[in-house]
């Protein structure tokens, strides 16, 4: 089961600092997850940049020129941010009962672990 879903506050753990040029300490939201390469997509962070050729469209209109853009970065390099601390912190689950609709259900809980130091 996957520990970090679409839309998770993440910081990244690992890679080069900030200070020289990296995205090490920097926080972001997940806007895909990709699981069968283990990556997420995370906002504001890994940017790259594509060269495109240039070509023409059915229109005629010009593409192409220099686009920047998110690339995906290992799941194992971000964290999920805990909500009351700010602090990258480990994810439990724990098993709910649930009355919905007058049945009974048992669902899995995600919570945050204590964050003591930063990871």
Do not use: C, W
Request: a positive charge; glycine letters at 12%; charged letters at 35%.
């Amino acid at each position: 089961m996957a520990k970090i879903k679409k839309g998770d506050l993440v910081q990244v753990i690992s890679g080069k600092k900030q200070d020289k040029g990296g995205d090490r300490g920097k926080q972001g939201k997940v806007l895909e997850v990709l699981t069968e390469q283990n990556r997420v997509i995370v906002e504001g962070v890994n940017y790259v940049t594509k060269h495109n050729r240039v070509g023409q469209s059915q229109r005629g209109t010009k593409t192409g020129g220099i686009e920047t853009f998110e690339a995906p970065i290992h799941i194992s390099n971000v964290a999920i941010v805990d909500p009351s601390s700010k602090k990258p912190t480990r994810v439990g689950y724990r098993v709910e009962e649930q009355v919905k609709d007058g049945v009974k259900r048992t669902v899995r809980v995600r919570y945050a672990k204590k964050s003591g130091k930063d990871l």
